[in-house]
């Protein structure tokens, strides 16, 4: 997705469609400022997944929910670019953050609880 700033960032898309209104859960994976603040729930590494080529964290603090209605415009109008799946064991940790983070909004919490296997 762009970022606003001429880059791209991978998101996650964490769920399947959720709800009546079939939303899912996104997550994004910025690279690591070692001057700035960032969660070390989860840290990924070149290699983790083709899009990352250096140390990035997951950003669970800017998890979003999005109706797969938005998401799927999107890549049709060439805005937003899908980059492949997560190995099962990099999404593994990357599940396991959103049980670890304290950076977690409740209502993301809320949404991951409304479907018990949701990410499990």
Do not use: W
């Not at 996650?12 to 690279?31: F, Y």
């Amino acid at each position: 997705m762009p970022s606003g700033h001429d880059t791209h960032h991978l998101f996650i898309q964490m769920t399947d469609p959720l709800g009546e209104d079939n939303k899912i859960l996104l997550v994004n994976v910025s690279s690591i400022n070692m001057e700035t603040y960032h969660d070390e729930t989860c840290i990924l590494n070149a290699g983790d997944h083709p899009f990352i080529t250096h140390p990035s964290y997951i950003r669970y603090d800017k998890a979003r929910i999005e109706p797969v209605q938005k998401i799927e415009d999107a890549v049709q109008r060439s805005i937003f670019f899908p980059r492949g799946i997560l190995s099962e064991a990099v999404f593994v940790r990357v599940v396991q953050g959103f049980r670890d983070s304290p950076r977690v909004a409740r209502n993301i919490l809320r949404f991951l609880e409304e479907d018990q296997n949701a990410i499990d």
